[in-house]
């Protein structure tokens, strides 16, 4: 079965950390790049960080020097190491493959930042 499955979202105060794990189906994370997706109220979707099947990263100007991606390739997981949260961080947390074609998104995980 092809699935994303999303945790480690929760509630913490401006300039906390979470952790989030994406635990990915071997078909969808093996040898691909994954991201980590993020979806505000009343936004749109944007693009928070990629990693490649080696380990390069990116990531978007306003999480770069706050946020940190790995992938775990044995265990078929990425995480996102999130410090210094904002309130503007606040959003469901989602992973997929870099793009531009996706799986199916998994319900993602609430991350809010209280100021």
């Known amino acids: 079965q092809v699935q994303l499955v999303e945790s480690g979202g929760g509630l913490v105060q401006a300039g906390g950390s979470l952790r989030l794990s994406c635990a990915a189906s071997?078909?969808?994370?093996?040898?691909?790049?994954m991201g980590w997706y993020r979806q505000a109220p009343g936004k749109q979707r944007e693009l928070v960080a990629t990693?490649?099947?080696?380990?390069?990263?990116g990531y978007a100007d306003s999480v770069k020097g706050r946020f940190t991606i790995s992938r775990d390739n044995a265990k078929n997981t990425v995480y996102l190491q999130m410090n210094s949260l904002k309130p503007e961080d606040t959003a469901v947390y989602y992973c997929?493959?870099?793009?531009?074609?996706?799986?199916?998104w998994g319900k993602g995980t609430l991350v809010t930042v209280s100021s």
């Open positions: 997929n493959v870099g793009g531009p074609s996706y799986y199916s």
């Open positions: 071997r078909s969808i994370f093996s040898g691909n790049t």
């Open positions: 990693i490649t099947s080696t380990g390069y990263t």
